[in-house]
């Protein structure tokens, strides 16, 4: 007997009430039941992204709705402005780039956090940029930047703010519309709960009337056609529906506990998994602004090959986090504490990486890492 | 007590032991364990296509493959012909001009199916013409085309067969390989009776080749970056990993049956379909062709609403049937019998219709259209 526990920054766990409706049969799509479903999620969206504004519903994963954001909204040879703290942020320049933009990229130190000055400095040097295209939350180093102070800049000098927040909106406070964020984007698999296959992604009213001059090719990513059809609580094309029933429960388990408990609950088991990281004498990569989505430690030097603390978590004790990307593979782990996760699968994270430190040789007090946790715990109620 | 039937061609009913692996725990998609399960589920794809080549699995409905089918492989200007026998034939009309392309379009009758000799004349108008784009089977008429011929005469002038063979693949003989089709695609929830959320391309080694020199912009929609990431048995973005973990299920159900068998049951569902239908005095849409996938039938002069039909089926007993699309509707619907059906899936659409055809003041004889039905039966085992 083995049980299995998911720790990572997406697919997050699926909670056992909304599983279940994956086994129930199908809803046609172009029915009024479907339709009613529809309704009801399309007001929840708006709950969650905290706006006004419709949310499109794609059946595509996150990067659909990122391709959506750039080649639905502007015009071969448009200068834009990439924050690239991370791999995300690198996707961002290399999909501007693939529709004939001109990125100007702004590449970060991997871990660190964007300084507001230093996008004004860029924002003068390229004043005709049309937008700033950024992360809320960069995954794959665990750090945050500063979405409000973002849009701020981007809005005083006339530019779009589009904002990759997949693994923000939901996780942490994101107000679309108090915020002026012009595009937000999220995906199934994150703070929604839901497997993977569906993205989202809302345009303020500037963002909409920007994309009337967009001459970017595009037809299956089209956000008029989505928002046509949303007006009659349909999509564009046949929706991944099965997952949109899921949605349905997940979106009504969100209300009931309500944004501002659960951005509190991410906030303490993430402050309970950096005090536990850092009680095991570990340092965590984004020290600067960590994200309350998911906490990037760096494999201590006892430890010659990094990947084996992720494959040991993994194949010796059914824990699944998540180890590097691309130049940080081997270098750092990253544990998530977001979506459908509680204070003891803070515990239990740590706990099997106690285990797992030790027996890969790093010198460990078992119950120090869980016990600062705790601590914590007692400490911030939620 | 309402029990509910799903008789269209999109989603087809999704199989007992097939939506009991939706209500699993996920399995995350960068772990040895979801590798071989899409090892596994790439070389069963390749078994339903009839091909050597790689079938790459999109997340995105089967939209989504169509629009990669266009976006990455021609060049802007390039000049295609679309053969436009229904609402999905005007499909690749609209794809080829967002992307800048030319496309002569062939429309034909709703109904009717492509005559060969008509494609050789436009073939020989535009010698230059990179391609042909059609369907194995219009789904919103219930036709199928040609699709052999079609392949030859593309092979013959040095174009690209590309082959929507959304409702097709699976539900009758489409040798891929055999027959020379350069591209082909499917959707999850058709054949492969899974829920909606996925599609399936493969490309001839012509075609591959053609793509090199694509110069349409596309990001998400990456073929050639999917093709790379197959080989290392992953996607090149997160997959929809939960409607993958059901489509492995749903493959072996249809290895374990077999395409032969698959193809014969499907042909006498259809037979046993038009049958009943005509037996009830009810005329056919689709007669010089008709599809093994779908029956079109023309709604009765004694109805005067023809949208009643469908409604009545599904409001008062709980039988979902398709009606007509865009300017057949009100004049057609639609009773699907592929994927997960069987004989009593057939008889329950044909009692069903029979009772509301009545209700709705139509005369029947009740049992003539069943009886039909069990008369097909008898006759061809299977």
């Given at each position: 007997m083995k049980k299995t526990y998911l720790l990572t920054p997406g697919p997050t766990p699926v909670p056992e009430t909304v599983s279940s409706i994956f086994a129930r049969p199908l809803i046609h799509h172009r029915t009024p039941e479907f339709q009613k479903l529809f309704e009801e999620v399309k007001a929840n969206l708006k709950y969650v992204f905290q706006t006004e504004q419709d949310v499109m519903i794609l059946a595509g994963t996150g990067t659909a709705a990122m391709d959506a954001s750039v080649s639905n909204l502007f015009r071969k040879g448009d200068t834009v402005i990439t924050i690239n703290a991370g791999k995300f942020g690198e996707r961002w320049t290399q999909i501007a780039a693939a529709y004939g933009l001109n990125p100007i990229e702004m590449k970060l130190e991997r871990g660190d956090t964007l300084d507001p000055k230093d996008l004004e400095k860029t924002v003068q040097a390229h004043p005709k940029a049309t937008a700033i295209l950024f992360q809320a939350s960069e995954t794959s180093t665990g750090s945050v930047m500063p979405t409000q102070q973002i849009c701020k800049?981007?809005?005083?000098?006339?530019?779009?703010?589009?904002?990759?927040?997949?693994?923000?909106?939901?996780?942490?406070?994101?107000?679309?519309?108090?915020?002026?964020?012009?595009?937000?984007?999220?995906?199934?698999?994150?703070?929604?709960?839901?497997?993977?296959?569906?993205?989202?992604?809302?345009?303020?009213?500037?963002?909409?009337?920007?994309?009337?001059?967009?001459?970017?090719?595009?037809?299956?990513?089209?956000?008029?056609?989505?928002?046509?059809?949303?007006?009659?609580?349909?999509?564009?094309?046949?929706?991944?529906?099965?997952?949109?029933?899921?949605?349905?429960?997940?979106?009504?388990?969100?209300?009931?506990?309500?944004?501002?408990?659960?951005?509190?609950?991410?906030?303490?088991?993430?402050?309970?998994?950096?005090?536990?990281?850092?009680?095991?004498?570990?340092?965590?990569?984004?020290?600067?602004?960590?994200?309350?989505?998911?906490?990037?430690?760096k494999v201590p030097s006892t430890i010659r090959d990094g990947k084996l603390i992720p494959r040991t978590m993994r194949e010796k004790y059914g824990v699944t986090i998540a180890g590097g990307q691309d130049e940080l593979e081997g270098k750092i782990f990253r544990l998530s504490h977001f979506g459908y996760c509680e204070k003891f699968d803070v515990t239990t994270g740590i706990a099997c990486l106690e285990l797992v430190l030790n027996e890969l040789g790093h010198p460990v007090e078992f119950g120090k890492g869980v016990g600062a946790a705790l601590k914590t715990f007692a400490e911030f109620s939620f």
């Open positions: 800049i981007a809005q005083s000098a006339g530019m779009l703010s589009v904002c990759d927040a997949i693994t923000a909106c939901g996780v942490f406070n994101l107000p679309m519309d108090a915020w002026a964020i012009d595009v937000m984007i999220t995906g199934a698999q994150k703070a929604l709960m839901i497997p993977p296959g569906l993205s989202f992604v809302a345009l303020s009213e500037k963002a909409w009337k920007l994309a009337e001059s967009c001459d970017l090719p595009h037809f299956y990513l089209d956000l008029a056609k989505e928002r046509k059809a949303l007006a009659k609580n349909q999509t564009a094309w046949t929706p991944a529906t099965s997952l949109i029933q899921g949605l349905q429960e997940s979106l009504r388990m969100i209300r009931e506990e309500g944004l501002e408990k659960i951005f509190r609950r991410h906030e303490i088991l993430a402050l309970a998994t950096r005090n536990a990281v850092e009680a095991l004498g570990l340092e965590i990569l984004a020290k600067k602004a960590p994200s309350a989505a998911v906490t990037s430690v």
